[in-house]
């Protein structure tokens, strides 16, 4: 595929790149062309353009103004659209983030093109790039294509082969200057979300979830210890944040977070539509439950037909036991 595809940076607000861009770039790369960043940021490091040379970004467009910060979705759409005009990219991809989402939506309909949005395979048909995305809640995959360039979509995390990490390699660092639109969207408050030491939802290779099986808030302590042991991340259905045992940023489903990690551990967690729709796709998934009628052992690999309060415990011992070794 000729022409340049861009990779939209996601970074950790602090001048790195997440890891979830290695799996964008990578994807790029698979496809063929010349593969570009294009981060919008306050402050970018030096030791985050040399990660994304080394994923494999040839070039990256640095579109550095403290107006990026706080994210506000236009000011993102603006400049983007922006310089896509006078680049001419081939295509734009981006993940899956709260960000992504809505800035590359309002890109896309800026440049009067369509969007693939959570992204799950590509492939080529001639010279039409083909996308696959999951629809009616994940039980069926969708094939699309664009009717004209530049071809925009979002990645889902987890799903696409990693570039790996190549020292030495560089990239070339633009600095175009790109009109900065003015914020639309008041900004008032920013309350930093307190760590809880595991890994981002989005990104886990392993997640375990808790449901209104849990019993209350107190109780998602057992989990965030197991998590502890085997670098697992700790989300929520949408029964249990409903309920207030958790915020918001932790519920898995089709109104929170979509993830496709390698390895799902769902306890007490029933399996409503809209959940498996945010966690199908993941590699293996295991079910603790005490309903044997529970709608989540149908997608499940591994099944437990038992009370999660005597197997999280069980499970969390043994774990220390394999890793200790």
Request: hydrophobic share 45%.
């Amino acid at each position: 595929m000729a022409g340049a595809i861009w990779c939209v940076v996601e970074d950790d607000r602090k001048g790195t790149p997440k890891k979830v861009m290695a799996e964008v770039i990578g994807e790029a790369a698979r496809l063929g062309g010349p593969v570009e960043a294009v981060w919008p940021t306050d402050k970018a490091t030096e030791d985050g353009l040399k990660q994304l040379g080394s994923w494999g970004a040839t070039k990256v467009w640095l579109l550095e103004n403290p107006a990026f910060a706080p994210y506000r979705s236009e000011v993102w759409a603006g400049a983007l659209a922006e310089l896509a005009a006078a680049q001419s990219p081939k295509a734009i991809f981006g993940p899956v983030t709260s960000r992504q989402r809505e800035a590359l939506a309002r890109l896309a309909a800026r440049l009067g093109v369509g969007i693939s949005a959570d992204s799950v395979a590509f492939s080529m048909e001639g010279d039409k790039l083909v996308a696959t995305r999951p629809v009616y809640a994940g039980k069926l995959l969708s094939k699309v294509t664009w009717a004209k360039q530049p071809w925009v979509a979002t990645l889902r995390p987890n799903v696409f082969r990693p570039a790996e990490s190549q020292a030495g390699k560089t990239a070339a660092v633009e600095r175009p200057s790109v009109k900065i639109a003015s914020a639309q969207m008041k900004f008032i408050e920013r309350r930093e979300e307190v760590s809880t030491g595991l890994p981002e939802l989005a990104e886990a290779e392993i997640v375990i979830s808790g449901g209104r099986g849990m019993k209350g808030p107190e109780n998602y302590v057992i989990l965030e210890d197991m998590g502890k042991v085997i670098g697992a991340a700790v989300g929520a259905s949408r029964a249990a944040v409903d309920a207030g045992w958790r915020p918001h940023r932790f519920q898995i489903g089709q109104t929170g977070r979509t993830i496709s990690p390698k390895l799902y551990l769902g306890f007490g967690v029933s399996g409503a539509i809209q959940h498996l729709a945010g966690m199908r796709t993941s590699k293996v998934i295991v079910a603790v439950n005490k309903d044997p009628e529970a709608p989540i052992f149908k997608i499940a690999d591994y099944g437990i037909v038992a009370d999660l309060f005597e197997v999280v415990p069980a499970l969390t011992a043994e774990f220390k036991k394999l890793l200790e070794k």
